[in-house]
Structures are given as structure tokens and as C-alpha cells.
């Protein structure tokens, strides 16, 4: 049973997780400034007390243990600030290249624009959709 404590608790301390969660919805923002949202609530979270807090931790490191691609874009961000030189190549998959991580200083850490994309195409095709033609379609599409 949530209590007013249990609450004052969540509060003051998973106040990060929204304000990133706002920050990582932001179009056009860079990939050092997602992975810098990330990072902050992993360390606030670090720094959680009470068996509730630990275990909101321990199951976010294995969450991000699991993530292959966050650890792939952190390597490539690192490449972009100048951070971490590429000796070996085979760390990458093989598809890339250097001159591929230029395409990732905006990279989303997030879904958010693909669900809103598939929101707004939702109701293309609806059955209202009457005067619709083929060739409005294929010009509305983005491929």
C-alpha cells in the first residue's frame, strides 16, 4: 500500500527519471546530451537508499548491462568528442565506417519521433480516407 511517505520518497529521489525523460524527448538534440541525461540518472540512482531504492538500481544495471546499443553510442560519442581514439575497427559492426559516425552526432537514444511518425501515418490508409489517391501517398510517404 502506497503511503504519503512512500510518495514524499519517490519524489526526491525519481524527480531524474522525468526531467530526463523530457530532456530525451527533445528532437534535434545532440548524442553527448542524451548519454549526459542517461548518465545523471544512473549516478542519482547510484546513490539511492532503502531496499526499494537498491533494487530500482540493481534492475536498472541490468537493463543497461543489456544494452548493447546505448554501449555502441557511447563508444561513438566518445569518438565525436575527441574522448577515444579508434584503433580497432572490429569493435563496430562491420557495416561501418569512420566517416559513419559523423551520422550519429544526432543520433535519438529513444523512440519517441518513430512512435510519433507512426502516429501521425495511422490514419493515411483509415477507411474515411475517400479522395486519398496512390500518387498523394507516395508523395506524403518519407522513405
Known amino acids: 500500500m502506497l503511503t504519503e511517505t512512500n510518495l514524499a520518497y519517490i519524489k526526491s529521489n525519481f524527480q531524474v527519471l522525468t526531467l530526463a525523460i523530457v530532456k530525451l524527448q527533445t528532437k534535434n538534440l545532440p548524442l553527448?546530451?542524451?548519454?549526459?541525461?542517461?548518465?545523471?540518472?544512473?549516478?542519482k540512482?547510484?546513490?539511492?537508499?532503502?531496499?526499494?531504492?537498491?533494487?530500482?538500481?540493481?534492475k536498472l544495471q541490468k537493463v543497461f548491462e543489456k544494452n548493447e546499443g546505448l554501449k555502441m553510442l557511447e563508444k561513438i560519442?566518445?569518438?565525436?568528442?575527441?574522448?577515444?581514439?579508434i584503433s580497432d575497427m572490429s569493435q563496430f559492426?562491420?557495416?561501418?565506417?569512420?566517416?559513419?559516425f559523423v551520422y550519429f552526432k544526432y543520433a535519438p537514444t529513444t523512440s519517441v519521433d518513430v512512435e510519433r511518425s507512426f502516429s501521425s501515418y495511422n490514419?493515411?490508409?483509415?477507411?474515411?480516407?475517400?479522395?486519398?489517391t496512390f500518387e498523394n501517398l507516395r508523395k506524403r510517404l518519407i522513405i
Open 32 to 43: 553527448v546530451d542524451s548519454l549526459t541525461a542517461i548518465q545523471e540518472v544512473k549516478s
Open 45 to 58: 540512482f547510484q546513490s539511492l537508499k532503502g531496499t526499494q531504492g537498491k533494487a530500482v538500481f540493481l
Open 77 to 85: 560519442s566518445n569518438i565525436l568528442e575527441g574522448e577515444n581514439e
Open 93 to 100: 559492426p562491420e557495416d561501418y565506417s569512420c566517416n559513419d
Open 123 to 132: 490514419t493515411l490508409l483509415s477507411d474515411n480516407r475517400r479522395e486519398f
